[in-house]
Antibody, heavy 121, light 106 residues
């Protein structure tokens, strides 16, 4: 059974760095073709793909946010991470991690329930 | 980036009705279109991938069609447990989502 769970700080101040953790089970990031992605949804707005990391450590970033994002993984502990620098109120959102299966394109077959992150002074 | 225009934003239908939701891509995405269901407080669930392939474990009343720029999700006979928000995702290039359709029972 594939499960993913996100964790984060809950609330942080503008200009700080947001650090998110995705803990997963039921699959391994050392398996050929498997990737983990981050997606977010600001309240009342649509979903936005942020970043993806794959089994061989390749990474992809949303071009509109690329300069602020860093994705990484700890394969032995079944975790993936996302850092977003210089946050502001526009980064307030529910953040999801999801598994991206093998297949050559980035899509998401299993998702976590999401974690709410609020940026406020 | 590829823009996805989803319609309608809101849909109210009766149990047993045939329901359709549409997504239109701003450029050709071949068949790289997925449909998801998200119930309140739950993780999104993959229903359909690559335009018309039913994900394992999803009821057969859900189906997808289309290619190129125009895609449709169909629920052949609406059930009470189908109340949810549905959204599309294109993965022909870096992924972008439709804005969602909130489905309720009349």
């Amino acid at each position: 059974q594939v499960t993913l769970k996100e964790s984060g700080p809950g609330i942080l101040q503008p200009s700080q760095t947001l650090s998110l953790t995705c803990s997963f089970s039921g699959f391994s990031l050392s398996t050929s073709g498997i990737c983990v992605s981050w997606i977010r949804q600001p309240s009342g707005k649509g979903l936005e793909w942020l970043a993806t990391i794959c089994w061989e450590d390749s990474k992809g970033y949303n071009p509109s946010l690329k300069n602020r994002l860093t994705i990484s993984k700890d394969t032995s502990n079944n975790q993936a991470f996302l850092k977003i620098t210089s946050v502001d109120t526009a980064d307030t959102a529910i953040y999801y991690c999801a598994r991206s299966p093998a297949g050559g394109t980035i899509y998401f077959d299993y998702w976590g329930q999401g974690v709410m992150v609020t940026v406020s002074s | 980036d590829i823009q996805m225009t989803q319609s309608p934003s809101f849909l109210s239908a009766s149990v047993g009705d045939r329901v359709t939701i549409n997504c239109k891509a701003s450029q050709n995405i071949n068949r790289y279109l997925n449909w998801y269901q998200q119930k309140l407080g739950e993780a999104p669930k993959l229903l359909i991938y690559n335009a018309n392939s039913l994900q394992t474990g999803i009821p057969s009343r859900f189906s997808g069609s289309g290619s190129g720029t125009d895609f449709t999700l169909t629920i052949s006979s609406l059930q009470p447990e189908d109340v949810a928000t549905y959204f599309c995702l294109q993965h022909n290039s870096w992924p972008t989502f439709g804005s969602g359709t909130k489905l309720e029972i009349k």
